[in-house]
């Protein structure tokens, strides 16, 4: 069989070494949010960057912790999931961005994820298209109980992950292109109940469940397909405060089980 590429024992891409990273890995796509994700942690530093790929590890109310930017849909996500496990990683929360489809849900309002609706690309290679994309239910359990604590605005539910910001969620591309297969998505994924659009968890939740990782979801509703609103960056504080407090949810509910290496 082939080798896995490698930097002496660093992964090729996230420049990671068996150890470096702790079991509790948060996953922004953008780079620029690590930063504001271990700003509520301390001991943060960073310990590796690459391309798209950004890594910090800390410490969060006493639970190790680290975050990887993952760069945008499913290409750059699976290469994140595969070198994270390799590193030492085997439970992953992501922390981003959504464009909600049900016109109930505000701006601004959390998701967290249930599952994913497999519009990637990168899980086709890994499962049929029959294979689930779901979240871990411990993952779950602790980001709506962080999401309570906090008493921030929180929706539960299936959300669809795309490779296509444009055309594959029913943006006009360039010249107002529209493919036929994306006309009438919206609607189509609406009446299947499907919370909102993002572009990284299905990849994230068909690996973790393969591997036999955890997963789960929380989502800063910038955008409502419905309302045709959009305002950027408006939810991420709340996001990253919950997605960090479900760590240290989640480091209590592997302490009680025994669950803790
Ligand atoms: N992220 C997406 O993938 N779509 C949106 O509309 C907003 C954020």
Not at 15 to 36: E, H, K, T
Not at 228 to 251: C, S, Y
């Amino acid at each position: 069989m082939a080798q896995r590429p490698k930097v002496g024992d660093k992964a090729y891409h996230l420049l990671l070494a068996p150890g470096d990273v702790p079991r509790y890995i948060l996953l922004p796509g953008d780079p620029g949010r690590v930063p504001l994700i271990a700003k509520h942690w301390t001991e943060a530093r960073e310990v590796a960057r690459n391309r798209e790929f950004v890594t910090w590890v800390g410490s969060y109310k006493g639970v190790a912790v680290g975050a990887t930017s993952t760069g945008i849909g499913s290409g750059s996500t699976a290469i994140a999931v595969e070198e994270l496990l390799y590193a030492g990683a085997d439970t992953f929360i992501r922390v981003g961005t959504t464009g909600a489809l049900q016109r109930e849900i505000r701006l601004g309002d959390l998701i967290i994820g249930t599952a994913a609706v497999r519009f990637d690309g990168a899980s086709r290679w890994y499962a049929p298209p029959e294979y689930p994309a779901v979240a871990h239910w411990l993952v779950v359990k602790a980001l709506v109980e962080a999401a309570e604590s906090l008493g921030v605005r929180y929706h539960v539910g299936v959300v669809a992950s795309t490779d296509s910001f444009y055309v594959g969620q029913e943006r006009p591309g360039y010249g107002g292109f529209m493919p036929p297969w994306s006309r009438g998505l919206i609607d189509a994924l609406r009446s299947l109940r499907v919370l909102s659009f993002e572009m990284e968890s299905a990849t994230i939740f068909t690996l973790a469940s393969i591997y036999g990782a955890r997963a789960g979801g929380v989502y800063a509703t910038i955008a409502n397909r419905e309302t045709d609103e959009f305002k950027p960056e408006v939810g991420v504080e709340e996001a990253v405060k919950v997605a960090n407090e479900a760590v240290k949810i989640l480091a209590e509910y592997d302490r009680k089980s025994g669950a803790d290496p």
